[in-house]
């Protein structure tokens, strides 16, 4: 594998189910991302890690919870969400934050929430 | 507050024209900016990218233009191809904080 892996690529799931999405890099980056893209609305940042450490956290509800063991992996765990979070979740990596240079983008996870 | 901004949603362009994609900004902090190409199904893919001490960068058939008076970039695409079409993402950073915001996004379709 190379790049960034995100499984899985899609996902429906209920109200009440919990469930994870996994993140993959294989860059040797030390910061990763958890993005979410609406439709016709920006890529909206939802969380930051660097060196395992989270660096930001975008006022995002307590209903996802991410999680990052190394940093090599992160996962976003979810838990009674809401039919509005249906969207496509994007990882991503940079070699560190603030270096400014450009982050890999995995292929994403198209969530529906019923 | 939007702090980046893609006011066109889609543009439509024959093969062979040039395809300019546009891209405004508020936050005077921002001093690198990308943009990024998106096919469905797929994850944002890197294209080009311009730093606040440039005012043009090109790559091939691709043209970045910065005006940081007007705090506004483009995308130049000459010439357009049909495999150009998808969506283009304007991402805006600062190296004094890292992290990458973006655009709405910008649909492109280039017609054979």
């Known amino acids: 594998e190379t790049g960034v892996t995100q499984t899985p690529r899609h996902l429906v799931m209920g109200m009440t189910n919990k469930k994870s999405l996994k993140c993959e890099q294989h860059l040797g980056h030390n910061a990763m991302y958890w993005y979410k893209q609406s439709a016709k609305k920006p890529l909206e940042l939802m969380f930051v890690?660097?060196?395992?450490?989270?660096?930001e956290n975008n006022s995002v509800p307590s209903r996802f919870s991410p999680e990052c063991p190394n940093s090599s992996h992160l996962f976003l765990h979810l838990h009674t969400l809401q039919p509005e979070d249906s969207a496509l979740y994007l990882c991503?990596?940079?070699?560190?934050?603030?270096?400014?240079?450009?982050?890999?983008f995995g292929p994403g996870t198209r969530l529906t929430v019923l | 507050d939007q702090q980046v901004k893609q006011n066109s949603p889609s543009l439509s362009v024959q093969e062979g024209r040039i395809s300019i994609l546009n891209c405004d900004y508020t936050?005077?902090?921002?001093?690198?900016f990308l943009w990024y190409k998106k096919y469905p199904a797929e994850g944002p893919t890197f294209l080009i990218s311009i730093s606040s001490i440039k005012d043009k960068n090109e790559d091939g058939r691709f043209t970045v233009f910065l005006n940081k008076s007007a705090k506004h970039l483009s995308l130049h695409i000459v010439p357009s191809q049909p495999g150009d079409s998808a969506v283009y993402f304007c991402?805006?950073?600062?190296?004094?904080?890292?992290?990458?915001?973006f655009g709405q996004g910008t649909i492109l379709t280039v017609h054979p």
């Open positions: 991503a990596s940079s070699q560190d934050v603030g270096s400014g240079g450009e982050q890999f």
């Open positions: 991402g805006a950073g600062g190296t004094s904080y890292g992290k990458l915001t």
């Open positions: 890690y660097n060196f395992k450490e989270q660096t």
């Open positions: 936050n005077s902090m921002f001093d690198y």
